[in-house]
């Protein structure tokens, strides 16, 4: 600028000037430069101003939560819109894990939250696993999907910090645990408070006043029925959390889900197996892909003997006649977790794993079962084929075995339907299986895998896409 100034000035320039003149005469060239070129001006005035604000945003330190939990999605990547995670006061989730003390009887709720939901390292499968793969291994309790979900939803790619941009709205109430550690009291007002208060919280959010709630989704990490008591409260099991009003337009992902009700959708139980990498991935398909399987068929399971003529008493007596055939684990001798050897050796050793209902129509040991890469056989249509649409392939037969159980109680044989199928129909059905693994499990890592879409993957997508869709169909009528 000083030599610009220097070029154009009138005056004689001296060494022996005051100083008050010297700057007076420079401020005179400018502005006759100004007056005569105000278009390079302008452009240089705006250039600067451009530079100023690039070193200046460059230079400020971002949030580290930002950094880690908030990733910039890459242009084209959220197209069905994005998703704002409401930050709920603490006695909704961190306190509810803070403070699980396994006050519930069966001491499952400190073990759905360790380790961000996935559970203690499952050591006693390393003589099972390839060396490899047992890191990838964990005991996972069924009812930690809540966690296991919110912690993804902090790192999603179409995460947005900004509600007024977004499309979806994500609720991380953890209603199983606050639920939970009640059901097993005779106490409905206290099953519901916690429900009550988050319901209330959410109703006070202008973006639920927008919308009424039907841009909004949660997770509930037990069955729907945990959530849905029915008739007599003083009577009834569970919180009446998905019959209070407010819950009317609320999509809930739930491990079961009610018959032909919309707002429900079934997502897969947590399963023992979080895959690092795509490549764990692969590795994990080729090794149940190869393994040979020496039995026909098994069962794990525990026969319920409050329960008369109970099914899975009489799946353990035709397993225990058939036993060069079927391979059963007693849960009533060992445990049935899938991080115990037992089962999951039953599991990778069969071609076909019996899957009746369990304490409701569904069982964790379905998603076990596939994992392994063993043909599910079902009893109950509710099981799986009606639960989990979004997860499982369009024909059951592709991947499944269907036998009523009203015939197995009529006297049909399990093994004799079981061997009519050829090897190759058995390859093929089992082929299907393992090509549907990634969408049975839950990776490890908070953003996800590389290119492969796991379970939340699917749901996440999946719900993006109804609220699209609900979105069209009220623009055509406004």
Request: include cysteine.
């Amino acid at each position: 600028m000083v030599s610009i100034s220097g070029h154009l000035s009138t005056e004689p320039q001296t060494l022996n000037k005051p100083k008050t003149l010297e700057i007076k005469n420079m401020f005179d060239s400018i502005r006759a430069h100004v007056a005569l070129h105000p278009c390079f001006w302008l452009f240089m005035a705006v250039f600067v101003i451009q530079i100023v604000i690039v070193f200046v945003t460059c230079g400020l330190p971002l949030s580290p939560s930002l950094q880690q939990i908030s990733p910039a999605p890459a242009a084209g990547d959220c197209n069905s819109g994005e998703v704002y995670v409401y930050d709920l006061p603490a006695m909704f989730n961190k306190e509810l894990t803070d403070n699980c003390n396994d006050s519930d009887p069966y001491n499952w709720r400190c073990q759905a939250v360790s380790n961000d939901g996935f559970g203690r390292r499952a050591t006693e499968l390393a003589g099972i696993l390839p060396e490899n793969l047992a890191p990838a291994w964990y005991k996972t309790n069924q009812f930690s999907s809540e966690i296991l979900f919110h912690n993804r939803m902090l790192s999603h790619k179409c995460r947005t910090l900004d509600p007024e941009s977004a499309t979806a709205f994500y609720i991380p109430f953890y209603a199983g645990l606050a639920v939970g550690k009640y059901l097993w009291i005779q106490n409905h007002t206290m099953r519901d408070r916690d429900c009550e208060m988050l319901l209330r919280w959410v109703q006070d959010q202008p973006f639920w006043k927008r919308s009424n709630g039907w841009d909004h989704f949660i997770t509930l990490g037990r069955i729907i029925w945990d959530f849905r008591r029915l008739n007599n409260p003083e009577l009834g099991w569970g919180s009446s959390f998905v019959n209070m009003p407010a819950m009317t337009n609320v999509t809930r992902f739930t491990i079961e889900r009610a018959p032909s009700e919309y707002l429900d959708v079934g997502v897969p139980y947590p399963t023992g197996f979080h895959p690092r990498s795509d490549d764990d991935v692969s590795q994990w398909q080729e090794f149940v892909r190869n393994r040979n399987r020496t039995s026909l068929y098994c069962f794990v399971g525990m026969a319920r003997g409050d329960i008369k003529n109970d099914f899975r008493g009489l799946l353990l007596s035709e397993c225990a006649n058939e036993s060069d055939s079927c391979r059963a684990v007693g849960c009533s001798e060992t445990r049935c977790s899938i991080g115990y050897s037992e089962s999951l050796e039953a599991f990778l050793s069969s071609d076909f794993c019996l899957q009746p209902r369990g304490d409701s129509y569904t069982r964790r040991s379905t998603f076990d079962c596939m994992v392994a890469g063993s043909i599910p056989v079902f009893f109950w249509n509710r099981t799986a084929y009606n639960q989990y649409e979004w997860f499982l392939p369009v024909e059951p037969e592709s991947y499944s075995v269907y036998i009523d159980h009203y015939d197995v109680r009529n006297g049909t044989s399990i093994k004799g339907v079981l061997e009519r199928y050829s090897r190759e129909e058995v390859r093929r059905m089992r082929e299907r299986v393992i090509e549907y693994i990634p969408k049975f499990v839950y990776a490890k890592p908070s953003e996800g895998l590389e290119s492969i879409r796991d379970a939340f993957d699917v749901a996440i997508d999946g719900v993006f896409k109804r609220f699209k869709g609900q979105r069209q169909i009220e623009n055509m009528y406004n």
